[in-house]
């Protein structure tokens, strides 16, 4: 089945214990990224990548950071966690086309509540 | 600066009738359009796109139309289902993805 699986799908932690998040994807996309919802706000992209080994910056990328060593993998990495970063956060990938990566694949999400 | 914007945070309507949801977008770079649907607990999933050369796309029951001069676009539902109650977000881009905030909608039997 074509999916994209995140994981935890829930966590509770405390502010500044380095956590990451996992994003996996088995449809052989090219482009990923990260996005979290907040109540009012919508969704928001932290990070996108194009290919392996090309990542750049979404709207809000503060606090975060991503790696992309291998085309199925695109951890989503805290290494100081604030309060302000509870949120709800999805990963998404698509093929690479000029408007394929548009039409992205989510996953369930992983809902972030840092105390 | 908000550059998809969807007005409406709600919309209740009969099953049976046509749900109209609307989204405007301020940036004229922007050359496709999406609508994603969300049910609660899950991830959002596409649902219908149009490219900016065109001025509707049609799916089934679905049907996106674009106004590119008043920067516009719209998604049709017809006929609504109980269904099809959920968030929808209009999303567009030139490179990535910008999302509107969402409008959730509710049909009622």
Known sequence: EAQVTQNPRYLITVTGK?????CSQNMNHEYMSWYRQDPGLGLRQIYYSMNVEVT???DVPEGYKVSRKEKRNFPLILESPSPNQTSLY???SSPGGRTSRYEQY?????RLTVT | ??????????LSVQEGRISILNCDY?????DYFLWYKKYPAEGPTFLISISSIKDK???GRFTV???KSAKHLSLHIVPSQPGDSAVYFCASGSYQLTFGKGTKLSVIP
């Open chain 2, 65 to 67: 139309f674009l106004n």
């Open chain 1, 56 to 58: 750049d910056k979404g």
């Open chain 1, 106 to 110: 989510f996953g369930p999400g992983t």
């Open chain 2, 1 to 10: 600066d908000q550059q998809v914007k969807q007005n409406s945070p709600s």
């Open chain 1, 90 to 92: 999805f990963c998404a």
């Open chain 1, 18 to 22: 380095k956590l990451t998040v996992t």
């Open chain 2, 26 to 30: 301020t940036n004229s770079m922007f």
């Open chain 2, 57 to 59: 796309n049609e799916d």
